[in-house]
């Protein structure tokens, strides 16, 4: 990692004396010494995180490049930790490319919110005053009741004495602050199928809101996804974003799931890309490291 050099002056035989023989000699010496405390202070994962943060700094890495270079490693089915990863920077970064995945496979929700009364809260006890701002869970709900009334209207259920009919909560949003979420959804998923599958629901989730109510389960989710068949389209959004996002940014939260045989096959593919005009040409020490 650190490279101490001493440059050699030309040998004129007639000047050589004695004295700068063992003044250089000392020199060396106690650079090797400095060499070795400075090491001696250097953790492995020190050392890898520096490394890190130099290939980041490499700017001759083309988008297809990069998106080679990961995409290859993305392609190992054992590669979980690095997939997991990068759907948590794709979730954080661009959430709407991952919500527009997931508002085509609408229905795998319809186990996510089974039995849990805190998912169900989080993502549907969005009601405001005005029906305009109903927000996420709520306003699927609320759109698909309405246009649904005649099938689903008695499903809902309300805290009050009585329930409320679709014209006076048509003309009085509010009284949608009067459901009782639990009841309605846990309605909704026993005897109304169909309104997970529906446009409004999907619509819900194409902004990738949905994603915070449990990262883990979509991270698994997708993970999932890419080993199946008829995935093209989770792989179109993984390749555009390889290509779309910074090469540095990239490196600092991808290279860290990488284990070290990983690792040195990204070095090596990695130095095929590099451009000898503009990087550095002397990377031996990045195996080394690795």
Same mark, same amino acid.
């Given at each position: 990692?650190?490279?101490? &050099?001493?440059?050699?002056?030309?040998?004129?035989?007639?000047?050589?004396?004695?004295?700068?023989?063992?003044?250089?000699?000392?020199? $060396?010496?106690?650079?090797?010494?400095?060499?070795?405390?400075?090491?001696?202070?250097?953790?492995?994962?020190?050392?890898?995180?520096?490394?890190?943060?130099?290939? /980041?700094?490499?700017?001759? $890495?083309?988008?297809?490049?990069?998106?080679?270079?990961?995409?290859?490693? *993305?392609?190992?089915?054992?590669?979980?930790? *690095?997939?997991?990863?990068?759907?948590?920077?794709?979730?954080?970064?661009?959430?709407?490319?991952?919500?527009?995945?997931?508002?085509?496979?609408?229905?795998?929700?319809?186990? &996510?919110?089974?039995?849990?009364?805190? @998912?169900?809260?989080?993502?549907?006890? #969005? &009601?405001?005053?005005?029906?305009?701002?109903?927000?996420?869970?709520?306003?699927?709900?609320?759109?698909?009741?309405?246009?649904?009334? #005649?099938?689903?209207?008695?499903?809902?259920?309300?805290?009050?004495?009585?329930?409320?009919?679709?014209?006076?909560?048509?003309?009085?949003?509010?009284? &949608?602050?009067?459901?009782?979420?639990?009841?309605?959804?846990?309605?909704?998923?026993?005897?109304?199928?169909?309104?997970?599958?529906?446009?409004?629901?999907?619509?819900?989730?194409?902004?990738?809101? $949905?994603?915070?109510?449990?990262?883990?389960?979509?991270?698994?989710?997708?993970?999932?996804?890419?080993?199946?068949?008829?995935?093209?389209?989770?792989?179109?959004?993984?390749?555009?974003?390889?290509?779309?996002? /910074?090469?540095?940014?990239?490196?600092?939260?991808?290279? $860290?799931?990488?284990?070290? @045989?990983?690792?040195?096959?990204?070095?090596?593919?990695?130095?095929?890309?590099?451009? @000898?005009?503009?990087?550095? #040409?002397?990377?031996?020490?990045?195996?080394?490291?690795?």
């Amino acid at each position: 990692m650190i490279q101490l &050099f001493l440059r050699e002056e030309a040998k004129r035989k007639e000047d050589v004396r004695e004295e700068d023989s063992e003044r250089t000699k000392g020199m $060396i010496c106690l650079l090797k010494q400095l060499e070795s405390v400075i090491w001696s202070l250097i953790t492995r994962s020190e050392a890898r995180l520096w490394l890190y943060n130099t290939i /980041s700094c490499i700017t001759s $890495i083309t988008p297809y490049q990069k998106r080679e270079l990961f995409a290859s490693l *993305l392609r190992t089915t054992s590669k979980k930790g *690095l997939a997991s990863q990068l759907w948590q920077l794709i979730f954080q970064k661009r959430p709407h490319e991952a919500g527009t995945l997931l508002a085509e496979r609408s229905y795998v929700l319809e186990k &996510f919110f089974q039995g849990n009364q805190t @998912r169900i809260l989080q993502w549907f006890s #969005n &009601f405001s005053s005005t029906g305009s701002r109903h927000k996420k869970g709520a306003k699927a709900l609320s759109r698909f009741a309405f246009v649904n009334r #005649n099938i689903c209207w008695e499903e809902l259920e309300w805290k009050g004495k009585h329930g409320q009919s679709p014209a006076v909560v048509a003309t009085k949003p509010h009284y &949608f602050l009067e459901l009782d979420i639990l009841r309605t959804v846990e309605n909704f998923l026993e005897n109304v199928p169909d309104f997970w599958t529906s446009r409004e629901f999907a619509d819900s989730l194409r902004d990738g809101d $949905i994603f915070s109510v449990e990262t883990k389960f979509f991270v698994d989710f997708f993970v999932g996804l890419m080993c199946e068949e008829g995935s093209r389209d989770v792989w179109e959004v993984i390749n555009e974003f390889l290509m779309e996002e /910074s090469f540095s940014v990239l490196c600092q939260h991808l290279l $860290i799931t990488l284990e070290e @045989r990983d690792f040195c096959t990204f070095l090596e593919s990695l130095c095929k890309y590099l451009n @000898r005009r503009t990087e550095p #040409n002397d990377f031996k020490g990045l195996f080394l490291l690795a």
